[in-house]
């Protein structure tokens, strides 16, 4: 059987945990926490190892995906995760641009690490003030819309919203590989 393991990535509260979840066929595996920092701000509990769900997309292909924490704290899990992936989303919140700057070096702390293919999913788009996903792009460093890669609005909590990426971060793959 083949085993394509996938990373979910981004800052604090992006929705990495919430989208492992809608898709999940297993219940997810997770190490949530009591926030004990600022991160208690926005949410109780908080990721402090990684998430992980399971998706049987054939009979002889899995997905595992994995969920980073969103601290920089924890970035040796990130460091672990992406150099095992074959793949990865960052997740970015468009209504909190504060966190741009925290997705912009997530990314560079992955791209640094390993040269993958990636989508990034901007959850959060409808809420009232957020940025449209051009803005987002350009917020969080990607401002040459030629080397861009894919920007997606993602609603995490919808299974079909997060099969769709899913789906398009399997072509970036296979494009990539062929």
């Known amino acids: 059987m083949e085993i394509m393991r996938l990373v979910v990535t981004g800052p604090v509260g992006a929705g990495k945990s919430t989208f492992i979840r809608a898709v999940s066929e297993i219940d997810v595996v ?12 926005l949410k109780e509990k908080t990721t402090v190892g ?17 969920g980073t924490p969103g601290q920089p704290r924890f970035d040796f899990m990130w460091e672990y995760l992406i150099n095992h ?12 641009p504060a ?8 990314h560079e ?13 901007v959850t959060h788009a409808d809420c009232e003030d957020a940025w449209s996903l051009d803005s987002v792009a ?3 460093g990607f401002t040459d819309s030629a080397q861009r890669p894919p920007f997606i609005p993602i609603n995490a909590t919808e299974p079909v919203s ?16 062929v």
Do not use: S
């Open 30 to 41: 997770d190490t949530d926490r009591q926030a004990t920092d600022e991160t208690g701000l």
């Open 50 to 66: 990684f998430d992980f769900g399971r998706l049987q997309f054939e009979p002889e292909m899995a997905l595992h995906l994995y």
């Open 85 to 96: 992936a074959h793949a990865y989303i960052l997740l970015v919140p468009a209504h909190r």
């Open 99 to 106: 966190d741009f700057r925290k997705a912009q070096l997530i």
């Open 109 to 121: 702390f992955m791209a640094e690490r390993a040269t993958l293919p990636m989508i990034v999913g």
């Open 138 to 140: 350009i917020a969080t």
């Open 162 to 177: 997060v099969t769709n990426a899913l789906m398009m971060l399997i072509n970036q793959y296979v494009q990539l590989a």
